[in-house]
């Protein structure tokens, strides 16, 4: 996030590092570091295969509580339902429900679950925005580029991508001033460059050889 924000920002300005600059810190959260990172400190040799065995563990200990709460119901309403109302913690289901209870789970477990049990709407949401912003940082743009002909664009905007020069559409969307409507004419721009070049190739390729004798 750090050199991503110093190469589409700049210096212009102190440079402070804040979480709340994360683009999708509810899933940044405190509550699955663990979960989330284990694997790439396996990958470095920070940790041993070991413990990410057993976060592996814990992780289906979490996916299973959770299944068991959307399964389990109590007057009329599954323990699922009734934990995400405000008044609920993951200690009354504790004390509700005695299969519940027989997963001995952890503090750190039970509170992942809870977390994920309340906020899922709101994660999902998020989840489906990352999915988003992968598809848009595949879409590469080339260093090449003539911003300034792109007559759809400002002259801010023109300036600004010219100066940064982003590699993708993703890092485009997070130059500071280039609007959405900014984006949507480099998408149609990229796909029509796209599509002359599978025309022009395929012309190409269709175009008869001329014979050798």
């Not at 300005?13 to 709340?20: A, G, H, V």
């Not at 429900?97 to 992942?112: I, K, P, Q, T, V």
């Not at 949507?184 to 269709?206: G, Y």
């Amino acid at each position: 996030m750090l050199i991503d924000d110093l190469i589409t920002k700049g210096v212009g300005e102190p440079y402070r590092l804040f979480t709340s600059r994360a683009e999708y810190r509810l899933l940044l959260r405190i509550d699955n570091v663990y979960s989330r990172l284990t694997a790439a400190a396996t990958e470095v040799g920070l940790v041993g295969e070991d413990i990410l065995a057993e976060q592996r563990a814990e992780d289906q200990r979490v996916s299973a509580a959770l299944e068991l709460l959307a399964r389990r119901h109590h007057e009329g309403a599954s323990l699922l339902q009734i934990l995400r109302r405000p008044q609920t913690s993951i200690l009354d289901i504790v004390e509700l429900d005695d299969e519940f209870a027989a997963l001995s789970l952890s503090g750190r477990e039970l509170n992942r679950v809870e977390v994920e049990a309340k906020y899922e709407g709101y994660i999902k949401r998020q989840e489906a925005q990352v999915g988003k912003f992968r598809a848009s940082e595949q879409l590469t743009l080339s260093p090449d580029i003539d911003y300034y002909a792109i007559g759809e664009l400002s002259n801010e905007s023109k300036e600004k991508l010219s100066r940064v020069r982003p590699n993708s559409i993703g890092q485009a969307t997070r130059i500071p001033g280039i609007t959405p409507a900014d984006i949507s004419v480099l998408i149609v721009r990229r796909k029509a460059a796209s599509f002359k070049f599978l025309c022009d190739k395929s012309k190409r390729e269709a175009r008869p050889r001329k014979s050798e004798n």
